[in-house]
């Protein structure tokens, strides 16, 4: 079965770059979206087509891709952006989808 | 403003069944492909399966652990999403969130409890 890899914890200080990584195999041809999970709420979509960011949200996010990998960044990040990760994406077939396993940000 | 709102979760007990309900309003609920995603207690997210727009087949998808047990229907005529859940199983227990599209918008989900 397809799998998306993502590092488990990411620890940035206030004000640093976070980097969160999302690898899988068929990454060079499917798009990657990304969710933030805050806890006890539901997931919030923060990139969507690898690099594309809702209307609304906050200029700090951004996406990208290249070959296997995909990074969401956090450039600047703030303590409200402690959260858990999760990149998102299709197998070769287009009708199985996975989740990555989730990076915990923790920011301080 | 697109709501969804999740209904129909609960207690059940092993091989039982549960059917829930997810109600749109806001968007055009007709022309969008719908999801189920789950998630279990202290654990990360799972897709559970897909249903395409009638323009495209309203054909379904899904993941390995729910094939053949979990089934996904849509009423355009309501704008309202299902999931039927047969053979339910302990590890089936998690909140059920039910997206639109690319899970774009989300529910605040529906919690399943499969215990005897």
């Known amino acids: 079965s397809y799998e998306l890899t993502q590092p488990p914890s990411v620890s940035v200080s206030p004000g640093q770059t976070a980097r969160i990584t999302c690898s899988g195999d068929?990454?060079?041809?499917?798009?990657v979206y990304w969710y933030q999970q805050k806890s006890g709420q539901a997931p919030v979509l923060v990139i969507y087509?690898?690099?594309k960011r809702p209307s609304g949200n906050p200029e700090r996010f951004s996406g990208s891709s290249s070959g296997t990998m995909a990074t969401l960044t956090i450039s600047g990040a703030q303590v409200e952006d402690e959260a858990d990760y999760y990149c998102f994406s299709a197998d070769n077939s287009d009708n199985l989808y996975v989740f990555g396993s989730g990076t915990k940000v923790t920011v301080l | 403003e697109v709501q969804l709102v999740e209904s129909g979760g609960g207690l059940v007990k092993p091989g039982e069944s549960l059917r829930l309900s997810c109600a749109a309003s806001?968007?055009?609920?007709?022309?969008?492909?719908w999801s189920w995603v789950r998630q279990a207690p202290g654990k990360g997210l799972e897709w559970v399966g897909r249903?395409?727009?009638?323009?495209?087949?309203?054909?379904?998808d899904y993941n390995t652990p729910v094939q053949g047990r979990f089934t996904i229907s849509r009423d355009d005529s309501k704008d309202v999403l299902f999931l039927q859940m047969n053979s339910l199983k302990i590890e089936d227990t998690a909140i059920y969130y039910c997206t639109a599209g690319f899970n774009i918008y989300w529910g605040q989900g529906t919690l399943v409890t499969v215990s005897s």
């Open positions: 806001g968007f055009p609920f007709s022309t969008i492909w």
């Open positions: 068929e990454l060079p041809k499917k798009y």
């Open positions: 249903i395409k727009s009638k323009t495209d087949g309203e054909t379904t």
């Open positions: 087509e690898d690099t």
